[in-house]
């Protein structure tokens, strides 16, 4: 496999994470806009009924249902992006700055206590934003509380014009203090969660790519195995057919009842090794065969039975499952077959139960043993490779293998000790997954 391969999956993992980070980043902008919104238009009324200061009412309110036009655009756009990177929020973040300046430029300039609001625009942008965006929102703010120094329509109100700190101007320095403190604390609080989690999914996308990677070289090398296990297996069964028909052999009982067996098993190997090459595409004159699930899992425990030395068998049960067609595939097989094969390592002195329903449009499969039941350890790293309780070198593989088929799959699979004692896996799968395709489907793959 290509170094690229993995390269590739990573990047595609953060990808995915960067996007739903930025789309929760700009839900809190249009949440902290909003709240600007409402702000601004409760400031401007008070101001202006309740203090009697004479404001520029319509270039104000104009400026404001701009920002409110604007916050909702942003919303629309939030709803159907399928990506939203640094850039859109920067342009976001300097639309705040340019209405707030403009704002501050109708209401007093640098005599507004609310100039300090620049502060929140700067802080919401460490956080968000690249250093060099940051830095590029610093710069504007900057620039803009250097303009307001000199240009602005002062307030009608004396005691500001006269350079004096009027109870208005402490009460709207007070004001702006608790709402930059209110703000940050809310916000940025909201936003350092959207960034931790954005993390925790990037590290789970970025250990699912991992797996993959390893998924992909073993499956590599079980095709290459089973390419050079054809001829040798082949050889076997004429060897051992050869046995049977001679009389010195044929004479022997229990030897003749060996054969059969190793016939038997032979059987099973070369079963195996068709499956993986059908798997990987590579079987002629092989097709997806469509089937029912109750023929489908009856066939399988049959021949779990037929090939497992199991002393005490398996336990059955899909009295309650309904019967409907689907797709035969070797992959199922054997992710069930190797959970099924873990029970039966786990209690070899009692019978595994593999037991089969549906709920709502998923079938559930039970898989339950009678042995120790799972290590703490091992319920954490559940499904990882190489975690086994076997002591074997290499084992943990199978139950890795069956945690990929079925997320392949779409469903979920999960283990649990049980209060009696033993342990459980549960299997479920989406039933539109194991469906056969409509034929208006084939039609359009034709």
């Known amino acids: 496999m290509s170094a690229a391969a993995p390269r590739t999956a990573q990047g595609e993992a953060t990808q995915a994470a960067d996007t739903l980070a930025g789309r929760s980043n700009l839900l809190q902008l249009i949440q902290l806009r909003w709240l600007a919104v409402g702000g601004q238009l409760l400031t401007i009324i008070a101001v202006h009924v309740v203090l009697g200061i004479d404001l520029p009412l319509g270039a104000m309110l104009s400026t404001l249902g701009v920002l409110a036009l604007f916050n909702a655009a942003c919303w629309l756009r939030s709803r159907s992006a399928s990506h939203i990177g640094d850039r859109e929020l920067l342009a976001g973040l300097l ?11 109708y209401s ?11 502060l929140l625009q700067v802080a919401v942008a460490s956080v968000l934003l690249r250093p060099h965006h940051t830095w590029t929102i610093v710069g504007v703010t900057g620039l ?34 608790l709402l930059n403190a209110a703000l940050l604390t809310i916000f940025l609080v909201r936003i350092g969660r959207n960034l931790r989690a954005r993390d925790a999914r990037l590290a789970d996308l970025r250990q699912r790519a991992a797996e993959e990677e390893h998924i992909v070289r073993m499956g590599l090398l079980a095709t290459g195995a089973a390419h050079e296990l054809g001829t040798p297996l082949a050889t076997l069964s004429v060897i051992l057919g050869d046995w049977t028909r001679m009389a010195p052999f044929a004479g022997e009982p229990e030897l003749r009842e060996e054969m059969e067996e190793m016939q038997l098993q032979l059987q099973r190997c070369k079963t195996i090794v068709s499956g993986i090459l059908l798997s990987a595409g590579e079987a002629r004159g092989e097709a997806p065969v469509v089937t029912t699930l109750h023929a489908f899992l009856d066939e399988l425990v049959a021949h779990w039975r037929r090939t497992r030395n199991a002393v005490f068998g398996l336990n059955y049960d899909r009295s309650n499952t309904p019967d409907f067609p689907m797709i035969s595939d070797f992959a199922l097989r054997q992710m069930i ?13 009692a019978a595994p139960s593999l037991l089969a329903h549906c709920e709502g449009d998923e079938l559930v499969l039970r898989v339950l043993d009678e042995g120790p039941g799972f290590a703490p350890a091992m319920l954490e790293r559940f499904g990882k490779p190489y975690q086994s309780s076997k002591g074997r070198p290499g ?52």
Not at 95 to 105: F, K, N, P, R
Not at 108 to 118: C, K, M, R, S, V
Not at 167 to 173: D, E, V
């Open 337 to 349: 077959d190797n959970i099924v094969d873990n029970a039966l390592d786990a209690s070899p002195h």
């Open 108 to 118: 007093g300039g640098i005599t507004n206590p609310f100039i300090f609001l620049y």
């Open 395 to 446: 084992g943990g593989l199978g139950l890795f293998l069956a945690v990929n088929v079925v997320r392949a799959l779409g469903g979920s699979i999960a283990a649990r000790n049980r209060n009696v004692g033993g342990a459980e896996v549960e299997v479920r799968l989406p039933l539109a997954a194991l469906a056969p395709p409509h034929e208006d489907d084939a039609d359009d793959h034709r």
């Open 95 to 105: 639309v705040d700055v340019g209405v707030l300046s403009a704002q501050l430029y």
């Open 144 to 177: 803009c509380f250097a303009a307001l120094t000199q240009w602005y329509q002062p307030l009608p109100e004396p005691e500001i014009q006269n350079g004096a700190v009027s109870t208005h101007y402490a009460g709207g320095l007070l004001l702006c203090f």
